[in-house]
């Protein structure tokens, strides 16, 4: 074969590590400089995490009620993925998750109103407030965006859609993140209920700007649908009532329907109230996370809700496996002889 047709090595290794679960990752980086350097780099970094979107190497992550631990499993067999848990620091125990981008988890100290920890459960690394990440605080007629690589806040006038009474002391609502941005419904207060008075805002992080989107056509007066994230992007799940629940996911063409669940086992306000919608398999099966913090999986063939996770969670997410914070990690004492 003519040596001009092949791939230089680094290419060759930057394909195969990108295909490689983190677990792998963690142990070959101590094999050589090489690969160490390879799998530290910043763009074979951000190239693993659009591949683990691409793929949708995603996974589960779970606290159970009354335990600070958290664990991982398979949303497509509910099965252990990892027997390691990952422990945050003390002052963190018990915490919210506050939201998610790109696999790392902004966990609010319960007792300090600035304190935040930015953590990657895959790699079971954490940092307090120190990477190029922001935090967008939103409130009556105003918001705030704390830059980690400034380490400032930033206080913005919010646009005219914004100045209304909708805050409540201490009320933190998670905003939904996709990789245009972080959405918000208002309505009384900021939630992730839709209905036809609503107003849908995000934070553009093109602009570091909040701005605003239409109300769906779809959603009728008496519907009323809840964000989330499915697929990677937007989504909205709800109906006008009964026992039939439509799913929606917003494409770069405009909102698409992707299915309906039929003969749901209480009205469709009341399920929307209670269930969180986790993650849609290739199968077309959904994790929902509901009352009472249970686990399930609609199989969309059989029309049947099948409880997959025997233990009362306190917090169910998705986390996409992600490298972010590695590099730090590499820094090891070495027991000399």
Not at 27 to 45: E, G
Not at 142 to 159: A, G, M
Request: net charge positive; charged share 20%; hydrophobic share 35%.
């Amino acid at each position: 074969m003519p040596h001009d047709i092949l791939l230089p090595c680094d290419d060759i290794m930057f394909s195969i590590f990108a295909r490689l679960p983190i677990k792998s990752l963690l142990r070959f980086q101590s094999v050589s400089k090489l690969w160490k350097a390879t799998i530290c780099d910043r763009n074979f970094i951000k190239n693993y995490r659009d591949y683990s979107k691409a793929v949708g190497r995603q996974k589960l992550l779970l606290r159970q009620e009354y335990s600070c631990d958290f664990v991982f499993r398979l949303p497509e067999l509910i099965t252990m993925d990892d027997p390691n848990q990952f422990l945050p620091p003390k002052r963190f125990h018990y915490s919210k998750i506050s939201c998610s981008c790109d696999g790392l988890f902004l966990l609010k100290n319960r007792k300090a109103y600035k304190t935040y920890l930015l953590c990657n459960p895959s790699t079971r690394e954490y940092r307090i407030l120190e990477c190029p990440y922001m935090i967008i605080l939103i409130f009556k007629s105003f918001y705030v965006v704390y830059s980690l690589s400034k380490h400032s806040w930033t206080r913005k006038t919010s646009p005219p859609h914004l100045v209304q009474p909708y805050c409540i002391d201490r009320y933190c609502a998670k905003g939904i993140s996709t990789q245009d941005g972080i959405f918000w419904s208002m309505n009384n207060i900021i939630d992730q209920r839709v209905v036809t008075t609503s107003t849908i805002i995000y934070f553009d992080v093109t602009s570091d700007e909040v701005k605003k989107i239409s109300v769906p056509n779809f959603i009728g007066e008496e519907d009323m649908f809840y964000l989330t994230t499915l697929k990677g992007c937007l989504s909205l799940y709800g109906g006008i009532g009964g026992d039939q629940l439509q799913v929606w996911i917003m494409e770069q063409d405009g909102w698409k329907w992707l299915l309906n669940i039929c003969n749901l086992p209480i009205h469709c306000h009341v399920f929307v109230q209670l269930t969180e919608l986790l993650h849609l398999t290739k199968n077309g099966e959904l994790l929902i996370r509901g009352c009472m913090s249970l686990v399930s999986m609609h199989y969309p063939k059989q029309q049947q809700f099948v409880r997959v996770l025997e233990d009362c969670f306190s917090l169910a997410s998705i986390c996409s496996d992600t490298l972010y914070f590695f590099k730090h990690t590499l820094k090891r004492k070495r027991n000399h002889p």
